[in-house]
């Protein structure tokens, strides 16, 4: 039977992650990556690249390749998202399914469960529910993309999983 996505998995290693991290959002993918040995590196794509990915992991280097020319929150992302396959999925990322990250979700009907994982992992990592909770009331959506550096979908996505599983911010 296929392996279906592993949801807690992604949500403890993104809690581990953050573990020696100021305790207040922003929280910043790219000094973990650094802290572990990873370099992330802003970098031009060449068209048609430019306008289709927004980073990846180079395994053989070591690094996170990210296109200069996203916006911040969709960047940090990124660097959260190949954060999350670093940790999680060593075997996935020498493998042939191994896949960039998109600007645009085209491709969502065939990720690869990997691919939901690391999303996953990101979206813990960086907007961790019981702080979600904490701040919804007070904040607008604008005002929480600002303070947690991901872009307004990021917040909409945690904000609809949190009003369907309300129970994850006590986790
Ligand atoms: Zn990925």
């Known amino acids: ?14 809690k581990r992650a953050r573990a020696n991290l100021p305790k207040l959002p922003p929280f910043d993918p790219e000094a973990v990556a650094e802290d572990k040995g990873i370099e992330v590196v802003y970098a031009s794509f060449a068209a048609p690249h430019d306008r289709e990915i927004s980073g990846f992991y180079h395994k053989a280097d070591n ?17 959260a998202h190949e954060l999350g396959h ?10 042939q399914n191994y896949q960039p990250v998109y600007r645009s979700n085209h491709h969502e009907g065939e ?29 607008d959506i604008g005002e929480l993309a600002r303070m947690f550096a991901v872009s307004e979908d ?7 999983t949190l009003h369907r599983n309300p129970w994850l911010a006590k986790s």
């Open 1 to 14: 039977m296929a392996r279906t996505p592993d949801f807690k998995r992604a949500s403890i290693e993104a």
């Open 63 to 79: 690094k996170i390749v990210v296109n200069r020319d996203i916006s911040t929150g969709r960047m940090v992302f990124t660097i």
């Open 86 to 95: 670093a940790l999680m999925h060593q075997e996935y990322i020498e493998s």
């Open 111 to 139: 990720k690869p469960i990997e691919e939901v994982e690391a999303d996953q992992f990101a979206a813990n990592f960086l907007v961790p529910l019981d702080l979600l909770e904490k701040y919804r009331d007070v904040a």
């Open 154 to 160: 990021v917040i909409e996505n945690r904000l609809a």
